[in-house]
């Protein structure tokens, strides 16, 4: 069990694996805190992995031709910081590894994203990182059928343990990667058999072997103790068409006798005893922190070998058209095509000459249809609901036999459609945007934290918002989603009120890119309120819609489709004489980002102050103060047809007139 590093010079994998595992328990001793079963029993796949499989090269660790790896088991970080030290990543150096769970440092207790540090994605919540790579695995798909085998031909790796693949997630998406055929897809599973609880026979009997190859996969068997045998079976793996499972049996916590093939292992705390009983029966010698040079200059070379590929493939973009040539820098740069804000101009244009009510979710599937052409890169997708969220048009289905295709099917698994977008996003040189209804977006909700705990971007346009979807009930009308969703620090989450602020809903996600956007769209359709004047009033977070004849008393807020329940309001307060301003709010994280003046301007102090919005009042008193009136549910919903039910719970013009009166 040998590599080459010299003419003269063999090394020991096992001690480069060794090498990965002192690391790892030096530095959770340091830090008092860890998960020491992971590294210590995958340091030898890891090391099969990265020295004899894996493409990178560290002093460029963005090259977009790199293999991705993502080590989805989280907790076991010091598996992926000390490869990626040994590995030569410049951000992980020693100081880095004794720096293990500080605050601070590039090795948080969990990796975070962190593409120049090596890390691929932010994981920890189990099945998300597997999900993540079945993302990264359908962007080279697509890049490759834009650009070619000489610029985009890389593979995906994932190290996933027992949690990941119990986790619900996981079901979704290794039937969708099976089903897509991914084949540059490879999963390294880590077969300990053994879990926080102990045993896991206590909660598992199915053979996860044979449920890979029900769906679809290619799938192997190896000694995870012997990185020789991972890597051969990592290239039998390229041979084979479809996606593909390595089995690698383990022992978690391998190497400290104490917690050895036992549950302790998982998150148990270790000690220098530990460690001294280590390095005696592993043959250790080096004190801790300490790596012969023999062992990193063994590390470096695939390493070396990934800078002569790199080398190589720029050569051949060099090569490339100039026209071929700038469009690849743009698309992996993340910039946006010239005069794509054009499009949407011309969609709000179209939407104020066409007049009339339009739902939106179909004013949204408009823009989308519009930018497709003027965006390339932007994949559109949805959970088995094409006809009822119409954001398929003028594109064609990502398929196992079409790689060029643009709207993937993902099927009822809305996890899977958010982890695979993010996915995606992390990969470089794709816009993922994806829709269900509101009230599934808890299916898939843990995604958008990670998108918005990443700070990356990507745009959810949730439909059927409200009560407004009439008769399938409380089951499918959202009530309390809209107060959890602007929680989420970093997201945006815009409800517009019309067809406009629609177009400028899909502009400001476009623009976003420290963060995902959530578009929340009706089902119903909702009267055109706004001209197509060259301002993005949406971006304002909040602005006058509708200014009062006189100075106002009252100020009428809303969101979405009860915005024009404001202004039928209104109307009725001005035709007492009572001056009535109406705002639209679609957006309160950009609203809050403005400066105290125009926010007093929007929102006057002396105002009567009445909110309206089909939703529950949680956050709304920052706006109304203590004197104001909220206008909305304060329980779930209810079937029927959606004129009935907004009547039923008393979201009328008329209460929102008579809320105002009362408090004059």
């Not at 993502?70 to 910081?81: D, E, I, R």
């Not at 899909?506 to 909702?526: D, V, Y």
Request: net charge negative; proline share 5%; hydrophobic share 40%.
């Amino acid at each position: 069990m040998t590599v080459q590093t010299a003419p003269d010079q063999m090394t020991d994998l096992r001690e480069m694996a060794n090498a990965m595992r002192f690391l790892s328990m030096d530095a959770i001793v340091r830090a008092e805190d860890g998960h020491p079963g992971t590294p210590l029993g995958g340091a030898d796949i890891a090391t099969g992995l990265f020295t004899q499989a894996l493409k990178y090269d560290p002093k460029a660790p963005d090259w977009p031709d790199r293999d991705r790896f993502v080590h989805s088991a989280g907790h076991g970080s010091m598996l992926l910081y000390s490869a990626l030290h040994l590995a030569g990543y410049e951000k992980i150096d020693l100081d880095q590894i004794k720096s293990f769970r500080v605050l601070g440092s590039h090795t948080a207790g969990h990796p975070e994203f962190d593409i120049h540090a090596g890390i691929e994605t932010t994981t920890g919540p189990l099945g998300q990182g597997i999900a993540n790579a079945v993302g990264m695995a359908v962007a080279e798909r697509i890049l490759n059928a834009r650009f070619g085998d000489g610029i985009v031909d890389h593979y995906t790796y994932a190290y996933t343990g027992d949690g990941c693949l119990m986790e619900g997630i996981s079901a979704e998406v290794i039937a969708l990667a099976g089903h897509l055929k991914l084949g540059k897809l490879i999963y390294l599973w880590d077969d300990n058999r053994m879990t926080d609880d102990g045993p896991t026979l206590q909660a598992v009997s199915e053979d996860q072997r044979v449920r890979f190859e029900n769906n679809g996969w290619h799938v192997q068997e190896v000694d995870g103790h012997d990185a020789m045998a991972v890597a051969a079976a990592i290239a039998e793996a390229k041979k084979d068409p479809r996606p593909s499972m390595i089995a690698c049996r383990t022992l978690i916590g391998y190497g400290i006798p104490r917690i050895q093939d036992d549950r302790a292992a998982h998150g148990g705390k270790i000690t220098s005893e530990d460690t001294d009983a280590a390095r005696k029966f592993l043959n250790w010698p080096h004190a801790p922190f300490e790596i012969p040079k023999n062992i990193y200059d063994a590390w470096a070379v695939a390493g070396q070998k990934g800078a002569q590929e790199r080398a190589a493939w720029q050569a051949r973009v060099d090569a490339m058209s100039a026209e071929d040539r700038a469009e690849w820098d743009r698309v992996m740069a993340g910039k946006l095509p010239e005069g794509w804000q054009q499009t949407i101009r011309d969609a709000k244009a179209a939407f104020v000459a066409e007049g009339g009510e339009k739902a939106g979710i179909r004013a949204s599937g408009e823009v989308l249809a519009a930018l497709a052409g003027a965006i390339p890169e932007l994949i559109s997708g949805a959970p088995d609901l094409e006809a009822a969220t119409q954001h398929k048009r003028q594109l064609s289905p990502f398929t196992a036999t079409d790689r060029s295709g643009r709207y993937i099917h993902y099927g009822v698994r809305e996890f899977a459609m958010g982890a695979m977008m993010n996915g995606m996003t992390v990969h470089g040189g794709i816009v993922s945007m994806g829709t269900t209804f509101l009230v599934f977006s808890d299916y898939l909700r843990h995604t958008l934290r990670m998108a918005a705990l990443m700070e990356i971007p990507g745009i959810f346009v949730f439909s059927h918002d409200s009560i407004g979807i009439g008769k399938n009930g409380p089951t499918h009308q959202p009530v309390e989603y809209l107060a959890s969703l602007r929680a989420y620090p970093n997201m945006w989450t815009i409800r517009p009120a019309d067809a406009v602020e629609m177009a400028e809903a899909w502009e400001l996600g476009l623009l976003h890119r420290n963060g995902p956007t959530s578009i929340i769209a009706s089902r119903q359709g909702i009267p055109l309120l706004r001209d197509a004047g060259a301002e993005n009033l949406t971006a304002k977070g909040a602005y006058v819609l509708a200014e009062a004849e006189g100075e106002a008393r009252v100020t009428l807020i809303g969101t979405g489709s009860e915005v024009s329940v404001a202004m039928k309001a209104r109307d009725l307060l001005q035709a007492e004489g009572i001056p009535t301003a109406v705002v639209s709010l679609p957006c309160w994280e950009l609203f809050e980002a403005q400066d105290e003046a125009y926010k007093v301007s929007v929102l006057p102090e002396g105002t009567v102050k009445v909110a309206v919005e089909a939703a529950v009042r949680l956050g709304w008193d920052r706006y109304i103060g203590p004197k104001g009136a909220f206008i909305g549910m304060d329980s779930f919903g209810a079937s029927g047809n959606y004129p009935d039910l907004f009547r039923h719970f008393g979201i009328t013009p008329e209460a929102v007139a008579a809320a105002a009166r009362t408090r004059l």
